[in-house]
């Protein structure tokens, strides 16, 4: 028999705050619910210094609601946590909630599903965490707004310990308020959010921790995520003591094409360093088919890596500024757009400055290196470009293998009124064990498209080699 929803008897069931079954109305005060009502509340709360265990062993699975009310409390800000497990969750509507209205946490172990059309909004004007530790699906978006918290768990199958999140839900996660976490021991922060867009209000975070507690636990850390749009803050953070040796890690962003994501953000993006002597094998990387634009504050320590395919743009205030000295843009096929059009950054430029020896550019398997010129003229200061290093952590030392062509153009938009330079300090390219098959191609254009010639003096689209050494004298491009 086909068990159709009920829309007309909505009502609260209020869990009397103690362990047990939702299929017990004595569990509720009186009478429970049966899991058909798409327009049912849930209320639980009690103090989480006695936490229970609320299971929902329903017949009707999935369970049908509108909403659930977390009305715990936790007066010594402990962090515990009321649990709630069973079978599966169906929000049902459009303005589906959980609403977080105290201090108080709760943990939902169980699968979550969405109704069509249905949406969820985590909300309310409470301090407190909820954690969906149990796999989200269906099509959905889901919404963050008000002071709480939500973080995207795992459930780990005894006796394992760690696990990947369950998630296979498709839609977009927008964060109006409070702030969006992971539970990284399990491992959430890189299979939660998979390629969904994130869309960030202004004050808002989306953030992820390593600790000693990963580190020695030899958890894998990322954080991964698809489209990046609006403001807020993005934090990728390492804590520990300088004794305890903390790798940092990637940020993963995939940006693919959706109508309601514009790729812009231009709040801030934390990548930073490891502690002590941990490994530093963080970076940021982005792939995909959408361009996605960085025009906010950028706190990334090491490598920016732009895939096959994808496109990077850096524009407003965005600059790589505080990369370390070995740190670099790595080409592996994509592009990367320097964009001063509206907001110029001379002279500091927003790649990071390097001495001859330090390489800010280098080419694995090619792509383009584009450097947008302001109306009143650009220059860009960087360090050595490098097509093929040598490796001394092999004995004996080798060449590292480089293939594919890379791209540098320059877009000189202040037409007889001033220059538009892009200057690396060296160039470099080893050889000493294999031969390279890495080209690197320069070129000019106005904003028009049309070909200029590089090299020439005065007011015009240059590309520097150290020295002041004009790379193509007088003609439109070049090759090295």
Same mark, same amino acid.
């Given at each position: 028999?086909?068990?159709?929803?009920?829309? !007309?008897?909505?009502?609260?069931?209020?869990?009397?705050?103690?362990?047990?079954?939702?299929?017990?109305?004595?569990?509720?005060?009186?009478?429970?619910?049966?899991?058909?009502?798409?327009?049912?509340?849930?209320?639980?709360?009690?103090?989480?210094?006695?936490?229970?265990?609320?299971?929902?062993? +329903?017949?009707?699975?999935?369970?049908?609601?509108?909403? /659930?009310?977390?009305?715990?409390?936790?007066?010594?800000?402990?962090?515990?946590?009321?649990?709630?497990?069973?079978?599966?969750?169906?929000?049902?509507?459009?303005?589906?909630?959980?609403?977080?209205?105290?201090?108080?946490?709760?943990?939902? #172990?169980?699968?979550?599903?969405?109704?069509?059309?249905?949406?969820?909004?985590?909300?309310?004007?409470?301090?407190?965490?909820?954690?969906? $530790?149990? !796999?989200?699906?269906?099509?959905?978006?889901?919404? #963050?707004?008000?002071?709480?918290?939500?973080?995207?768990?795992?459930?780990?199958?005894?006796?394992?310990?760690?696990?990947?999140?369950? $998630?296979?839900? /498709?839609?977009?996660?927008?964060?109006?308020?409070?702030?969006?976490?992971?539970?990284?021991?399990?491992?959430?922060?890189?299979?939660?959010?998979?390629?969904?867009?994130?869309?960030?209000?202004?004050?808002?975070? @989306?953030?992820?921790?390593?600790?000693?507690?990963?580190?020695?636990?030899?958890?894998?850390?990322?954080?991964?995520?698809?489209?990046?749009?609006?403001?807020?803050?993005?934090?990728?953070?390492?804590?520990?003591?300088?004794?305890?040796? /903390?790798?940092?890690?990637?940020?993963?962003?995939?940006?693919?094409?959706?109508?309601?994501?514009? !790729?812009?953000?231009?709040?801030?993006?934390?990548?930073?360093?490891?502690?002590?002597?941990?490994?530093?094998?963080? #970076?940021?990387?982005?792939?995909?088919?959408?361009?996605?634009?960085?025009?906010?504050?950028?706190?990334?320590?090491?490598?920016?890596?732009?895939?096959?395919?994808?496109?990077?743009?850096?524009?407003? $205030?965005?600059?790589?500024?505080?990369?370390?000295?070995?740190?670099?843009?790595?080409?592996?096929?994509?592009?990367?757009?320097?964009?001063?059009?509206?907001?110029? /950054?001379?002279?500091?430029?927003? @790649?990071?400055?390097?001495?001859?020896?330090?390489?800010?550019?280098?080419?694995?398997?090619?792509?383009?290196?584009?450097?947008?010129?302001?109306?009143?003229?650009?220059?860009?200061?960087?360090?050595?470009?490098? @097509?093929?290093?040598?490796?001394?952590?092999?004995?004996?030392?080798?060449? #590292?293998?480089?293939?594919?062509?890379?791209?540098?153009? +320059?877009?000189?938009?202040?037409?007889?009124?001033?220059?538009?330079?892009?200057?690396?300090?060296?160039?470099?390219?080893?050889?000493?064990?294999?031969?390279?098959?890495?080209?690197?191609?320069?070129?000019?254009?106005?904003?028009?498209?049309?070909?200029?010639?590089?090299?020439?003096?005065? $007011?015009?689209?240059?590309?520097?080699?150290?020295?002041?050494?004009?790379?193509?004298?007088?003609?439109? !491009?070049?090759?090295?």
């Amino acid at each position: 028999m086909l068990l159709l929803p009920d829309f !007309g008897s909505a009502a609260n069931f209020v869990w009397g705050n103690g362990s047990g079954n939702w299929s017990d109305g004595f569990s509720w005060g009186g009478t429970a619910p049966n899991g058909t009502d798409a327009s049912d509340t849930l209320t639980f709360g009690g103090s989480v210094a006695l936490p229970y265990l609320s299971t929902n062993d +329903v017949a009707i699975v999935p369970f049908q609601l509108d909403q /659930i009310i977390v009305a715990a409390t936790d007066a010594g800000l402990t962090g515990a946590s009321h649990e709630i497990a069973g079978n599966a969750l169906r929000f049902m509507n459009p303005g589906s909630q959980i609403a977080v209205n105290d201090t108080g946490s709760v943990t939902l #172990k169980m699968p979550i599903e969405f109704e069509n059309n249905a949406t969820l909004t985590v909300t309310g004007t409470g301090a407190g965490t909820v954690t969906l $530790n149990g !796999g989200v699906t269906s099509f959905s978006d889901i919404f #963050k707004s008000g002071s709480s918290t939500l973080r995207f768990g795992t459930l780990p199958v005894s006796p394992a310990t760690i696990a990947s999140s369950d $998630n296979r839900w /498709i839609g977009r996660l927008q964060v109006n308020g409070g702030t969006v976490r992971f539970n990284n021991n399990a491992q959430s922060g890189s299979t939660a959010l998979r390629a969904n867009p994130v869309i960030l209000s202004a004050g808002t975070v @989306l953030s992820i921790k390593r600790d000693n507690g990963d580190q020695t636990g030899n958890y894998a850390t990322s954080l991964r995520f698809g489209t990046l749009s609006g403001s807020g803050s993005v934090q990728a953070t390492v804590t520990g003591l300088l004794a305890q040796n /903390i790798d940092n890690y990637d940020v993963v962003i995939t940006a693919l094409m959706d109508p309601q994501s514009s !790729g812009v953000f231009d709040g801030t993006l934390t990548l930073p360093g490891p502690i002590g002597s941990g490994n530093d094998s963080g #970076k940021l990387i982005v792939r995909g088919d959408m361009p996605q634009t960085l025009s906010g504050t950028l706190n990334i320590y090491k490598d920016v890596v732009v895939g096959r395919g994808a496109t990077l743009k850096l524009a407003g $205030n965005a600059s790589l500024a505080s990369q370390t000295t070995n740190a670099a843009i790595i080409f592996n096929g994509g592009t990367f757009v320097l964009d001063n059009t509206a907001n110029n /950054i001379d002279f500091i430029g927003r @790649l990071r400055d390097g001495a001859v020896s330090s390489s800010t550019v280098e080419s694995i398997g090619g792509g383009t290196l584009s450097l947008v010129g302001n109306s009143s003229g650009t220059t860009e200061l960087t360090g050595r470009l490098q @097509l093929g290093a040598l490796n001394t952590k092999v004995i004996p030392s080798e060449s #590292k293998p480089r293939s594919g062509q890379l791209n540098i153009g +320059v877009t000189h938009n202040a037409g007889s009124a001033a220059t538009t330079n892009l200057r690396f300090q060296a160039y470099s390219r080893d050889q000493s064990t294999l031969q390279q098959f890495a080209s690197v191609d320069f070129s000019a254009k106005n904003g028009a498209g049309t070909t200029l010639p590089l090299g020439v003096a005065g $007011n015009n689209p240059h590309i520097f080699l150290s020295n002041g050494l004009f790379l193509v004298p007088t003609n439109a !491009g070049g090759l090295l």
